[in-house]
């Protein structure tokens, strides 16, 4: 009976990362694709300036939504009462209501006393990027999937043809990637919206709000900062680069971090994928031991993805971006390790939500900070962005390591040694990535990588892997027969 249901619960985790992998992957496709798109039009000075916009939105949206995101899918996640998933989505909806209009009114103050370039386009970015991350995860929470993957696919879809229009057809630069990022979101919105009704269906302007309210904002409120200190170090990386060097080099590290970004990527499959699962399992008698598996399987994986993306982005970069851009290639591979980094950090903030003790997360992103703020100082003077991609490397480690003692509170991990394989297959690819010049033993090395870690992996990968291949294998011999 513990097999079957071990089989189960392995199998619908399997599932839904299938599921989360199309959504994200393909979306990821598209803003990938767009890197070297705006490198031929978009010089990096001013690619500097947007991404610096970008990292303010993507730090304000907590504030403007509340981290209600987070709030909304977990409660609705574990609720199946139409009633009460009525009194949910109207609370978040009006409060995201209230706070996109707060959002406004101080935008248009700030813009009497101190005009902004682009201010207006980053506010509507702003706006429109909470109500599109509050109303993916309603549908996430409402168990609809497939609908929370469509909710991406044709937001990345619409930033690519409206990037197309604007950036490459009109040639209007900056200004071009603002109105396809807009658009692009509003344009999924209401294409999702159109199928999914969840607006109609569950909003409600006349409904008792109180004790929900109370509930989420106690779940949700310790996010808020938590959130905060988590998104500020991009954002102070490139404000260290602009001020102590130029825009110029914060473009070409915001570049850098686009494309190794398909590495977090699959943290964010996973992420999403994980959540869900976690907080369905946390109860079960043997959680400690379904944790683990699923922590070093990840690392696993991380790793495959590292060595086969950077390197397959090496042999094509020449090719890939424009020649304004070509200075990104060193720092691909460094920063694709603190992509890692974070990645596992984020897998141990899942048990404080699973507890539902938020709070706790705090002392972690404190840490962040003060490491952030005190190595960007010394550093970035003296090394540029690598003394930005050296910050990063060492703050988040030590939050890793903080947040692993940390929730012992909540379950006992437990690592296994093989795990080191892969570790050190990544720390190894540093030597073939800055030393080989000739694609051959790029290609070599990467082969070899591949297969340790595939012999490295547990017996229960092996024969899970195995076992899809006699299967699909059976089915189209079968086909084949009749």
Known sequence: MAEVKQHNRGKKFAKDFGIYSIGVLGSKLITFIMGPLYSHYVVPSDYGYYDLCLEFCLILVPVVTLQLRDGTFRYLLETQDSKERTRIVSFVYRTLFETASITLIIA???????????????????????FYDVLAQVIRGLGNNKAF??????????????????????????????????????LSITVVESWMRTFSRFFR??????????????????????????????????????EIWSLEHAGIYAMAVRLAGIIHSVSI??????????????????????FSKVFNGYIYVLAIVLIGYVFFLKIIFPWLMAEKYQPCLPY?????????????????????????????????????IIVNVGLNSLLVPIWKIWGIIATGTIGYSLVTLYLWLDTRKYFTLHFYPRTLIPIFVILAGLIPFYYSTNHFFDILYLIVAMIIIFVALPTDFHDSILNKIKKVTHKRVTQKDL
């Open 332 to 368: 691909l591979y460094p920063i694709g390790i603190t992509w890692i980094i974070i990645a596992i950090s984020n897998y141990f903030l899942l048990p404080y939500q699973c507890a539902k003790d938020t709070k706790s997360v705090i002392p972690s992103v404190i840490i962040l």
């Open 205 to 242: 302007i006349k409904v008792d709000l109180k004790a929900i309210s109370k509930n989420m904002i106690k779940f949700c409120l310790p996010l808020v900062p938590v959130t905060l200190c988590g998104l500020l170090p991009p954002l102070l990386d490139r404000l260290f680069l602009k």
């Open 108 to 130: 248009f103050f700030i813009s009497l006393f101190h005009p902004i370039q682009y201010l207006w386009y980053t506010v509507a970015l702003l706006i429109i990027m909470s």
């Open 149 to 186: 993957v469509m909710v991406g696919l044709t937001a990345s879809f619409g930033i690519g043809v409206f990037s197309v229009i604007f950036v490459v057809w009109l040639k209007m630069g900056v200004l071009g990637i603002f109105l396809a990022n807009i658009l692009a979101r509003i």
């Open 269 to 290: 499959i996973f992420y999403q994928t994980w959540q869900e699962n976690a907080i369905q399992q946390y109860n079960s008698s043997d959680r400690d031991n379904f």
